[in-house]
């Protein structure tokens, strides 16, 4: 049964039908306590005259103790120590395995490998050796948390989606930038730039003042801007002067000294103040030479230009024409024009046209723009068209619509649903009437 214990009862008398004594109960007794003892009773440690090991424990065996595993009887039912009773230290001379959470009140020290599913760490955190994350990494919930790197980068820094994310922002910019490669940007906005050599590709466009202490080596196609100096000055001839050139450095205007104009082969003998009157007007050498030496007043000038015009029918004029008495026509024809909103702004130019039509693709404001001055009448019709996804767009009209009963009309919201406008108005835009010709047209 256990170390030390052995039968008293030899003779057995204590067995059924016999007088038993005191003495012989007190022996047995005293064997089963001696074997019992705190200090050298049993053991149940497997050897000979002791009892098995002990390999559970609890009131439903919910420990197991085996040569090489202290375990649960049940996974996830057994904790270790309570919220109030604590273990102190814990050594483990191998792998520490965590299913769950776990959350450590000091320090963590951790000097070989480890492998977490969640970390949370709500202390200081330091870790002496080499750190390696898998998988996502978030670093801090706030923007008033902060990370400090002091070793240096030794990768390269690539977003994970292309033009998404912003290096810095306006009120929190970097200082300087230290690139010895290209500098790839789509679109510049730099406040001072102080380039060693500078290659644009493309277009470029300068607003400010532009500064440059060394040579400009360029092809201009298009107009340039007039410069103050030229390094080096320029002789300029213009083909069809019969004599005189022009010098020019930049410094100053150009003077041409010339004794005659010829123009297609035909000498131009009409004085400065003569061409001038005709400006604008596309006529042969042959019928300028027709004014030449006109000295009358302006009224004949213009009969002559008049002459001149009228042997033009046909042909296509620009700019106004202002006409004394009727206009018999048989048909005439009106400019039409497609207007586009911008940024919800719509603009109907009066000198474009007299019909318009606009195809809502966004909430839209309506500016009517360049009337004829007060006293001459001009009207104009506008077809609005909703968009194919009967988004039910909106228009807001100038404040200077003055619709019938003081209401402005609402559009149709269905798909590609047509309203047809006509406004007018006689005092250079002051007041515009406008009147609704039809909706939901289709």
């Not at 007190?26 to 000979?48: I, K, M, P, W, Y």
Request: charged residues 10%; hydrophobic residues 35%; proline residues 2%.
């Amino acid at each position: 049964m256990g170390t030390g214990y052995v039968r008293a009862d030899t003779a057995n008398n204590i067995a059924n039908g016999n007088v038993i004594d005191a003495d012989d109960l007190d022996n047995e007794f005293n064997a089963v306590e001696s074997a019992f003892n705190a200090s050298t009773g049993h053991t149940h440690d497997g050897t000979t005259a002791e009892g098995a090991p002990i390999e559970v424990i609890g009131p439903t065996q919910d420990i197991v103790a085996t040569a090489t595993v202290l375990r649960p009887k049940t996974t996830n039912t057994v904790d270790l120590g309570t919220s109030s009773l604590k273990y102190k230290d814990a050594y483990l001379a191998g792998d520490l395995s965590l299913g769950d959470a776990a959350t450590i009140g000091g320090a963590l020290n951790v000097t070989g490998a480890s492998t977490l599913a969640v970390v949370s760490v709500s202390g200081n955190q330091t870790n002496t050796g080499n750190l390696t994350v898998n998988g996502n990494t978030t670093l801090g919930d706030a923007a008033t948390d902060t990370v400090t790197v002091n070793a240096d980068v030794a990768s390269n820094l690539i977003p994970s989606l292309d033009d998404t994310y912003d290096l810095g922002a306006t009120g929190s910019e970097w200082r300087n930038a230290y690139i010895d490669g290209t500098a790839y940007i789509d679109t510049g906005s730099i406040d001072t730039a102080n380039v060693g050599t500078l290659a644009v590709s493309g277009n470029a466009t300068v607003t400010g003042d532009l500064t440059v202490d060394g040579s400009i080596n360029a092809t201009v196609v298009g107009t340039a801007s007039t410069a103050n100096a030229l390094t080096t000055a320029r002789t300029i001839t213009i083909a069809g002067i019969t004599s005189g050139a022009a010098n020019f450095d930049g410094s100053t205007n150009i003077t041409i000294t010339t004794t005659g104009l010829t123009l297609g082969g035909t000498a131009v003998t009409s004085t400065g103040a003569e061409l001038n009157i005709l400006d604008g007007v596309t006529a042969t050498t042959a019928e300028l030479n027709y004014v030449d030496g006109v000295t009358s007043n302006i009224q004949t000038q213009l009969s002559n230009i008049q002459t001149q015009l009228n042997g033009k029918v046909g042909n296509t004029f620009t700019g106004d024409v202002d006409i004394t008495g009727e206009l018999v026509v048989d048909s005439y024809n009106e400019t039409y024009a497609a207007v586009t909103s911008s940024t919800n702004s719509t603009t109907i130019d009066c000198e474009a046209g007299n019909v318009f039509s606009h195809t809502l693709s966004e909430n839209t404001t309506f500016t009517f723009s360049n009337p004829p001055a007060s006293g001459t009448a001009y009207g104009f019709s506008l077809k609005v068209v909703q968009d194919a996804s009967a988004s039910g767009y909106t228009v807001t009209w100038p404040t200077s619509v003055d619709w019938p009963s003081a209401t402005a009309p609402t559009l149709t919201s269905t798909a590609s649903a047509v309203d047809q406008f006509v406004f007018y108005t006689h005092d250079g835009g002051t007041t515009w009437y406008g009147f609704t010709a039809g909706q939901a047209m289709g």
